[in-house]
């Protein structure tokens, strides 16, 4: 097997993504901390899963070196 440059760019890709999208939920923190509690509990949750979905397409080029399964 050869080495592949993609799975450094990809696990790259997937950090940055990461960063991007953790900056934003901070930018979120201060008007979503001001609604109440059970308010902000599916707010949160949502924020907290919903990274993976842009960043799925980047992890199957990683494994597979096309966008789509």
Do not use: C, D, N
């Not at 760019?9 to 901070?26: C, D, K, M, S, T």
């Not at 930018?27 to 707010?43: D, K, M, R």
């Amino acid at each position: 097997m050869t080495p592949h440059i993609r799975r450094p760019l990809g696990i790259l890709a997937v950090l940055v993504g990461i960063l991007a999208y953790a900056l934003f939920a901070v930018w979120l923190f201060e008007p979503v901390s001001t609604l109440h509690p059970l308010l902000q509990l599916p707010i949160w949750a949502v924020l907290g899963v919903a990274w993976v979905f842009p960043l799925k397409p980047v992890m199957i080029w990683i494994e597979t070196g096309r966008w789509r399964p």
